[in-house]
Each structure stands twice: as C-alpha cells, then as structure tokens.
C-alpha cells in the first residue's frame, strides 16, 4: 500500500489544483480570457523563475555528471526514435496531413515543463535539479523546432531553420535555463538573501497556478468525435512511451532520481504548448486539444501506476 500511496502523493495534489480552475470556470468566477492572460503569466514569469532557481542552486558539478550527460543522450536519442517511428507509421495510415502532424506531435512531445517538473519536486524536493536543468536546457528547444517543423510541413508555411532555432532558443523558460546554469557556472549559485527570498516565494506560486490554469483551459466536449485517435495517441504518450524508456533506462544502470526524471520526461501528457502551436499556425487545433485534455486527465492514473511501480521495485 506504501507504493500506491507514493503514486497518489504525486499527482493528487495536481489533480485538485486542475479541479479548482475546472469549477473555477465552470461557476463562472474566472472566464477562459482571464485564464489564458494567467498562463502567460506562469509561462513568462513564474515558470522561469522556478526553472532558473533551479539551475543557479543545482550542484555545479551535478549537472554535467556522467548520469546527467547519459540520461540527456538516452532523452535525446529516445525522441528521435519515437518522432521517426510516428512519422512512418501515421504516414501509412493517416491520409489528413494537419492531423498527422498533430498526432505526431502528441506523441513525441511531452509536457516536461509543466508535469513532469512537479512530479520531480513531489518526489525528491530540490534534489535532482542539475539533471531537469539539463534536460530543459536541450529537451525544450529540441521540442519546440521539430514541431515548426512539423506543423509547418503541414500548411505549407514553413519558416527559415534560422527562424526556427531562434524562436526555440528565445523560449522564456529555455532563457531561464541558460540564465541558471551560467549564473551557477559563474558566481556559485550565490544570490543575496533579500532577492533570493522572494523569488522563492514566487517559485513556489508557479505550479499550483500552472494546474489551475491547465484545468480552467481544458475542454473535453469534443473528445468522443475523434476518440480513435485519442485513444492511440494516450496509450502511446502515456503507457508504451514511458514503458520502453525506462526499461532501457534500468538496462543501462540508471536509477533513483536521474531515473526519475526520465519518468516524468517521457510519462508526462501531451504538452500544452502544442495546442497553442497547432492553434497559431491553423494545424488541427481541435484535434490538438482533445489530445491534450484527455492525457492531462488519464495521466493522473498512468503517472501513480508508474511512480508505485518504481517505488516497488525501488528504483525511484
């Protein structure tokens, strides 16, 4: 029961603060404007200052340690793998080229951001924070250019490689990430008290409000009409994704919280970020949408299952 219990540690809390921005919305005190002007406030502040803090206050020589570098490899390597198997497979048996590059994109990109970081703080506190610095600091813009990429090959509007690298390089929370490694690097993560105190303050705001926001934003009116593809996309995203990581993972000799983040990398629900993309660039955004609502809500129970499992086997 200890095991299980660790699992409902982890995304219960995530779970009520979703619950709260769902009724929230639903009884009318906030409305979807007001949620998306909050979202970006999480996104373009509080995100960034819980991402930067952790980068400055990781052990300098944690951060590129032999694990960090091999769990960023296996990271890296395992998102080339899923996004070129996605692509060949969707190709063959999905004709709608908007939908399959939604579809592959749900596949490939998780949220780490927003999901995964959490389940990491639940689990370990402060403790593995060279290792998420790492992989936001290459994971992030990875992301975010091979969706241009992709949703771009979709309408046929894609931009400069250029374009690309640098609206990826420019990500308020890929920014914060350099800015916390090279403030590490440079002054040994010291920040004055009187500073230091209140962003910490605000860092501990980001994710509670990021979770209300996601579920203030969430709609699952339309999840039954394209229930085929949710149903692929969340057994992928959620089950055999994660599954298959972390048993190459554990091969490999990785274990405790490297392993760890793995889990929340790979385990974590399609990102929210792909539902504004696919919106912005007018790439199936419904489609999007339902993708990301429906692994936002069955990633409470896959994410517990995953966390007790590991938990059991100790190696989390």
């Known amino acids: 029961m200890e095991y299980i219990y660790m699992g409902i540690r982890v995304v219960s809390p995530l779970l009520s603060f979703m619950l709260v ?3 929230v919305r639903k009884i009318g005190w906030l409305e979807q404007g007001t949620f998306t002007k909050l979202n970006t406030l999480v996104f373009r502040l509080l995100m960034p200052i819980l991402v930067f803090l952790n980068g400055s206050q990781a052990d300098r020589g944690e951060i590129f340690s032999r694990t960090n ?3 960023l490899l296996l990271a890296l390597s395992g998102i080339a793998v899923i996004l070129f198997l996605s692509l060949v497979i969707c190709k063959r048996l999905i004709s709608n080229v908007k939908d399959r590059a939604v579809i592959v994109q749900g596949i490939y990109r998780s949220n780490l951001i927003l999901y995964g970081l959490p389940i ?4 370990y506190g402060d403790g593995p924070t060279g290792t998420v610095s790492l992989l936001i600091l290459f994971i992030v813009p990875t ?8 949703l771009g090959s979709a309408t046929n509007t894609g931009k400069s490689g250029l374009l690309l690298f640098k609206q990826a390089f420019t990500n308020p929370l890929v920014v914060a990430a350099l800015l916390g490694v090279g403030y590490n690097l440079l002054f040994d993560g010291l ?9 910490v303050q605000l860092s501990r705001t980001s994710t509670p409000l990021a979770f209300i926001v996601l579920g203030g934003l969430l709609r699952i009116q339309h999840l039954f009409e394209s229930k085929r593809a949710v149903i692929s996309v969340c057994a992928l995203r959620l089950v ?7 048993l190459i993972g554990v091969s490999l ?7 760890a983040v793995l889990l929340a990398a790979f385990s974590a629900p399609v990102a ?3 539902y504004t993309m696919a919106k912005n660039m007018g790439v199936s955004p419904e489609l999007s949408g339902d993708l990301v609502a429906a692994s936002t809500v069955l990633s409470m129970i896959t994410v517990c299952g995953w966390v007790a499992l590991l938990s059991f086997l100790r190696l989390i």
Not at 120 to 123: K, Q, S, V
Not at 191 to 199: Q, V
Not at 240 to 246: E, K, T
């Open 21 to 23: 921005g769902y009724v």
């Open 69 to 71: 570098v091999e769990v």
């Open 120 to 123: 990491i703080l639940t689990i």
């Open 143 to 150: 992301y975010n250019i091979i969706a241009a990429f992709l």
């Open 191 to 199: 920040i004055p008290e009187l500073l230091l105190e209140p962003l």
């Open 240 to 246: 055999l994704v994660p599954g298959v990581m972390i």
């Open 253 to 259: 000799g990785i274990s405790g919280p490297p392993l």
């Open 272 to 274: 929210v970020n792909s």
